[in-house]
């Protein structure tokens, strides 16, 4: 690459950093990072956006198991003793998903309500999970004896 060009290319790169004004918008928007980005760090491209395509299908592909589930599920458990076969083979097939989908929201980006700032901190995320879906999930009543 010509030095004008290269120096014009760099000049653009560095000067567009809007990153210290991100704060000061109050729409919610969507930020597209690009993954071979040089003058982005790496774990920064490992961040699933929240409005991806490829996250739409994997939800919609998540909803379509769920709808298995709730067809299935009643007539196994009003109907078979224990599920064998190719009902057992399917059944773990959609639970090993699920199983898919928890390790991978770790990795999904996700809005701050108050800022409107896209969090793509792997620490933030994680810790908003946990806080939030997997505290969920915890017990909220001891068992009486």
Known sequence: MRPDISLFVS???FNSDLRGVLGLVRAPCCIVQC???????????????VCAQQ???????????????????????????????????????????FAVDIILTFFVAFLDKTTYLLIDNPREIAWRYARTWLGSMRPSAKASP
């Open 55 to 97: 996250r739409r299908a994997w939800e919609t592909f998540l909803i379509l198991l769920v709808v298995y589930s709730a067809w299935v599920s009643p007539f196994e458990f009003g109907f078979l003793e224990h599920s064998t076969g190719g009902l057992a083979i399917a059944d773990n097939v959609v639970n090993g998903f």
């Open 11 to 13: 000049r653009t790169v």
């Open 35 to 49: 993954v071979k980005d040089v003058s982005v760090p790496v774990s920064v491209a490992t961040i699933v956006l």
